[in-house]
């Protein structure tokens, strides 16, 4: 049986956020990050061994013999060559020491703008979201942010976010979905490539803001029998397929 027919929607989602990272890269973690702490680890077990990981929990390059259910879990602290704390890690950022942060957001608007803040207004919010953290000033600092998106939908992919939380006017940045993979900048956003099962009628459906199409569209690859095995034996709970998509 092929790789394509084996891989879920949420294994190819993971194995491309492994591809953003380069071997040699030094990556960083937030709070509530479990499917990219997988795409770090399977990185590292496959084509990037020599990447860096701040881990959010306190830990520098800490084993990741499996997933589990909290970014903060303690486990994390196994295997670290040296402990690192918050403020460690924003002064590795505003150094320029630091390649790639994966944002998540309530909503993304076609500009870049993210809120992790709260719905209505700032003023007076009618929802509040878990919050900033670090995100507003990370995202400047370092080389090369990402925002992902595991369930899109015209609730996060909006016209324009309630409230602005983080922004980067000087530069586009990449927004990774559960159906395509965007970039969004002061230009307005492009359509980079599609997932596979993921039609162009389908995307435009479920995002809030309209976008340019990149041509020829690209299909995004699936990933290699590599990859998904060190998916599979890294996250053996299946959390993945509970955290992407429908």
Known sequence: ?????????????????????????????????????LAIAVARATHAPRLTYLACVGSLDPDLPSLYPSSEDLRYLDGRSAEITIPDLFDHARRGRVDTVFFGAAEVDAVGRTNMTASGSLARPSRKFPG??????????????????????????????QVASTRDARRPVRLISDLGTFELGPEGARLRARHPWAS???????????????????????????????????????????????
């Open 1 to 37: 049986m092929s790789t394509e027919q084996e891989a879920t929607r949420a294994e190819a989602f993971v194995a491309l956020l492994a591809r953003e990272i380069e071997d040699g890269d030094v990556v960083a973690t937030g709070v509530a990050s479990p499917l990219v702490i």
């Open 132 to 161: 900033v953290a670090g995100a507003a000033s990370l995202r400047q600092w370092v080389h090369r942010p990402i925002i992902l998106l595991p369930r899109q939908s015209r609730r996060n992919l909006v016209p324009e976010v």
């Open 200 to 246: 162009l009628d389908t995307l435009e459906e479920r995002t809030g803001f309209s976008f340019r199409v990149e041509q020829p569209l690209p299909v995004t690859s699936l990933p290699d029998a590599r990859t998904l095995a060190a998916i599979r034996e890294l996250d053996p709970l299946r959390l993945r397929d509970q955290l992407v998509g429908a």
